[in-house]
């Protein structure tokens, strides 16, 4: 077993997830980590399998686990199994929780069976409830949970300007007085915009609520005697081209799989930290933030947002305490997180 310490990171299937899998399995200090693999759906996991099976891996010992985050209950369950391998030895603590994962859906609009916005469960929500419920299992001298962002969460970040999705007064204040809005997807919904835009703010909104998790969350950490030693950082990883952009119409899915795979390498070449980025040139930032020591945030960073490779002042909307506030409780109020379920001091 590997005594380093537990990797566990979500959406490994996607690309993005991939390209991290293959920096881990790569790196022979990393490799010696045990990986947790979350997917929606570990049978169809083919992608991610094919990276894990190369023999040159075979020294990397990991799971491939299903992991629904638009199912509060499949989270708690996840949660409760890897608390009960961590306190029994199965597994070593978790040293970085990398919450990639994500949902964007265009023209279209879904629901969970419990009436949140999909993009909102899945990019947020499950997320939120998955990692206070294994702050039990984290390394509590040196563990990392990282927020993988994205421009979208930032209505003034003028990368955004090229679609327009935030040109319009009324939708360059996303989060108000209330989650509701967010969490329930009547915020810019597809019957009020059913253009690409419309979902994309959804998107956006989702990652907001991520975002603002990273101060808030570091904030109470640090007043916990016993976690005060977590990081909780975040990073925009840039425009990759993966399959996010699926459930976009054929002109996003096109301009996004045939050519900005072939674009982006010369867009990386010329400016490496720029909007648009290869899939190895954000993996490789999101290892660094994970694990290494970086010049630009310190040896011990906490509480930050990173662009790639350089710190960035994450949006005003999600430095606002008292909007951190009302999404922390309202969190509380859609999760029904117990005292039980979580070892933070000040969970409440």
């Not at 319009?168 to 919904?189: D, R």
Request: glycine share 8%; with cysteine.
């Amino acid at each position: 077993m590997s005594t380093k310490g537990t990797i566990l990171l979500t959406g490994a299937n996607g690309g993005l997830g991939l390209a991290v899998v293959r920096k881990i399995v790569s790196r022979p200090e990393l490799a010696t980590y045990h990986g947790l693999y979350a997917v929606r759906d570990s049978s169809s996991a083919h992608r991610l399998r094919s990276v894990l099976v190369n023999d040159t891996l075979r020294t990397h010992p990991h799971d491939i686990v299903s992991l629904d985050l638009t199912r509060l209950d499949t989270v708690r369950d996840m949660a409760t199994t890897i608390n009960a391998r961590v306190a029994a030895g199965e597994i070593p603590p978790i040293r970085a929780l990398i919450l990639n994962a994500g949902y964007l859906e265009f023209e279209e609009q879904t629901w969970t069976a419990e009436g949140f916005d999909t993009s909102f469960a899945a990019t947020y929500l499950g997320h939120w409830l998955l990692t206070l419920m294994l702050l039990q299992s984290m390394d509590k001298n040196n563990g990392r949970i990282l927020v993988i962002g994205s421009s979208a969460h930032d209505t003034q970040d003028t990368r955004n300007n090229a679609g327009g999705q935030y040109a319009e007064k009324k939708w360059q204040t996303i989060f108000h007085n209330s989650t509701e809005p967010i969490a329930k997807g009547t915020w810019s919904s597809n019957r009020e915009d059913p253009s690409f835009r419309g979902g994309y703010r959804r998107y956006g909104a989702a990652k907001l609520c991520q975002v603002m998790m990273i101060p808030e969350l570091q904030r109470r950490i640090d007043a916990d005697p016993i976690l005060k030693g977590i990081s909780v950082l975040g990073i925009d990883p840039g425009s990759t081209p993966t399959y996010l952009v699926r459930r976009g119409d054929w002109r996003i899915v096109g301009l996004w799989t045939f050519i900005m795979p072939w674009l982006v390498v010369i867009l990386t070449w010329l400016w490496p930290n720029g909007t648009n980025r290869t899939v190895t040139k954000s993996s490789a930032d999101i290892i660094t933030a994970a694990f290494d020591s970086n010049p630009a945030i310190g040896e011990r960073p906490k509480g930050l947002y990173l662009n790639g490779e350089e710190p960035r002042e994450m949006a005003a909307e999600a430095r606002d305490p008292r909007k951190r506030d009302i999404l922390w409780k309202d969190t509380l109020k859609y999760t029904q997180l117990s005292e039980k379920e979580t070892i933070l001091s000040n969970w409440a």
